[in-house]
């Protein structure tokens, strides 16, 4: 069965620093790997996606994630953090070919920014 | 100019009741999901239509009934609701398979007392 899995359930970082939020999926083959952001009380917005190609996805807000097979992991990365960026991070993969299968989320990883 | 709205945004209501959460897109998608985030903010697939056909069905219990009056409503019925459906409701569209970005809307905050 398809998984996630977002190690980190909590990381502060100092504003200006870089930042590396973990994510790492089970699923037999190449799966459409996605995160997702969620500020306070708000829905969640696409950051970047990867389906296939150049294994280094650019997104929006500055944020980058490298898909490496090798280590079945999807990491989101940014080089300096702003106080904006501080929210709940979501990694999500989903099935693909198939027509109606959701995407399968990880349990998210808060991201605190300190001054 | 909202692209995936839910009404209401909260709701609080008493074990027993019955409600429902309405959601609207306007973006011309033809794929539109519910799904629940619990306390521990872990968010999971509940159903999800394709052009108002039930094209997912988790295990969910049969209290929640969704309904799909055209392409751009999905709304989610709640029958003799229990302290355990409390959480927060996302609508979400996308422009059809799952690989497409999926859009959300702002949630539905509800509380079973």
């Known amino acids: 069965a398809q998984s996630v899995t977002q190690p980190d359930i909590h990381i502060t970082v100092s504003e200006g620093a870089s930042l590396e939020l973990r994510c790492n999926y089970s699923?037999?083959?190449?799966?459409?790997l996605f995160w997702y952001v969620q500020s306070p009380g708000q829905g969640l917005q696409l950051l970047l996606k990867?389906?296939?190609?150049?294994?280094l996805v650019q997104g929006i807000k500055g944020f980058e994630a490298e898909f490496k097979r090798s280590q079945s992991s999807f990491n989101l990365r940014k080089p300096s953090v702003h106080w904006s960026d501080a929210a709940e991070y979501f990694c999500?993969?989903?099935?693909?070919?198939?027509?109606?299968?959701?995407?399968?989320f990880g349990k998210g990883t808060t991201l605190s920014v300190s001054s | 100019d909202t692209a995936v709205s839910q009404t209401p945004k909260y709701l609080v209501t008493q074990m027993g009741n019955d409600k429902s959460i309405k959601c609207e897109q306007n973006?011309?998608?033809?794929?539109m999901y519910w799904y629940k985030q619990d306390s521990k903010k872990f968010l999971k697939i509940m159903f999800s239509?394709?052009?108002?056909?039930?094209?997912i069905n988790e295990t969910v219990p049969n209290r929640f009934s969704p309904k799909s009056p055209d392409k751009a409503h999905l709304n989610l019925h709640i029958n003799s609701l229990e302290l355990g459906d409390s959480a927060v409701y996302f609508c979400?569209?996308?422009?059809?398979?799952?690989?497409?970005?999926?859009?959300f809307g702002p949630g539905t905050r509800l509380t079973v007392l």
């Open positions: 239509y394709n052009n108002k056909e039930l094209i």
């Open positions: 999500a993969v989903g099935s693909p070919n198939q027509a109606g299968t959701a995407l399968i």
């Open positions: 990867y389906f296939s190609g150049d294994t």
């Open positions: 979400a569209s996308s422009p059809g398979l799952v690989t497409d970005t999926q859009y």
């Open positions: 699923y037999g083959a190449t799966p459409y």
């Open positions: 973006l011309g998608h033809d794929t």
